[in-house]
Every structure is written in structure tokens, then in C-alpha cells.
């Protein structure tokens, strides 16, 4: 059974950290691209971070590059998100992704909110 399991979301001030992460199982985690997107109230879902299976590609949306930083642990099984510097606009639900061809799989998200 595939399972992605996101943990770390809470409430933090502007200008705070939140490290989120995913822990995965059920499949060959090595071997797909992973992924964080975010949603907000009354928005459509947004690609935030990829990384490459071996975790040496990164990509980022414009609107965090630079503040946040995604990697991976093949070992553990796990995806991070380092978000810093954080903004009021960055409050949003983050949910994990994988995928690797037509296989497509996602987490059930965590809670991120910036405000003071």
C-alpha cells in the first residue's frame, strides 16, 4: 500500500522556519522524482519544489526560490521542504508527491500558517 505521510506544518510568524517533511512507503522510493506542491484557500494548486532521484536536481517556483530548499534521504525514505524566510502569502496546505511515469502519488497534506 503506497503511503506518503507529511509532517511539520504548524503556525510561525513571518519571517520564521518550518522544516515539512515526507515519509514514504509502499514503492521503490529511489527511483521517483519527488515533489512539493502547495494550495491555498481559493487557489489553484501550485508546483513548489522538485528533486531528481538521486537528489542532485532541484527546481523551484519562482515565488520561493531562494528561501526554501527541498532534498531528499533515499536511505530514510523521506522528502523535506526548508522553508524560510516565510511569508503570510505562503500560508497553504503542503502536500508530497512522487511520480515516475503514469504513477502518480500524493499525501494528504499539512497545514502551513504565517502569521503573526
Known amino acids: 500500500q503506497v503511503q506518503l505521510v507529511e509532517s511539520g506544518g504548524g503556525l510561525v510568524q513571518p519571517g520564521g522556519s518550518l522544516r515539512l517533511s515526507c515519509a514514504a512507503s509502499g514503492f521503490t522510493f529511489s527511483r521517483y522524482a519527488m515533489k512539493w506542491y502547495r494550495q491555498a484557500p481559493g487557489k489553484e494548486r501550485e508546483l513548489v519544489a522538485t528533486v531528481s532521484t538521486n537528489g542532485g536536481s532541484t527546481t523551484y517556483a519562482g515565488s520561493v526560490k531562494g528561501r526554501f530548499a527541498i532534498s531528499r534521504d533515499n536511505a530514510k525514505n523521506t522528502v523535506y521542504l526548508q522553508m524560510n524566510s516565510l511569508k503570510p502569502d505562503d500560508t497553504a496546505v503542503y502536500y508530497c508527491?512522487?511520480?515516475?511515469?503514469?504513477?502518480?502519488?500524493w499525501g494528504q497534506g499539512t497545514q502551513v500558517t504565517v502569521s503573526s
Open positions: 508527491n512522487a511520480q515516475r511515469d503514469s504513477a502518480v502519488y
